[in-house]
């Protein structure tokens, strides 16, 4: 009986005959709004970042595949190149 609200037997309506555990209530569900709003701001925090690292990753990841390309046709360039000078350096050497 005494963890419920107590009744008036003629309104049957809630009688408030404790005001400061309404307060105290109050408090507490103020403060668990602040925390899950504090909660809320964090995950946003972690998820802007983890998002502006991911966005620097693929930049990265972007430049790295330029990067090997202009490396492939150098050295398809380079192979191409001395393979031809060899062959005509063998073929027309006395």
């Known amino acids: 009986m005494g963890n419920g609200p107590v009744y008036d037997s003629d309104t049957l309506s809630p009688s408030h005959t404790h ?5 105290s ?7 668990i709004c602040e925390l899950l709003e504090l909660r809320l701001h964090l995950e946003e925090e972690r998820r ?7 966005e620097i990753n693929r930049d990265w990841q972007l430049a790295a595949a330029v990067l090997d390309r202009i490396c ?3 050295f398809a360039v380079i192979f191409i190149g001395g393979t031809v000078i060899f062959f005509v350096v063998f073929a027309f050497h006395p």
Do not use: F
């Open 48 to 54: 802007y970042e983890s998002d502006k690292e991911d």
């Open 25 to 31: 209530t109050k408090k507490l569900l103020r403060k």
């Open 72 to 74: 492939a046709v150098l």
């Open 19 to 23: 005001p400061s555990t309404h307060d």
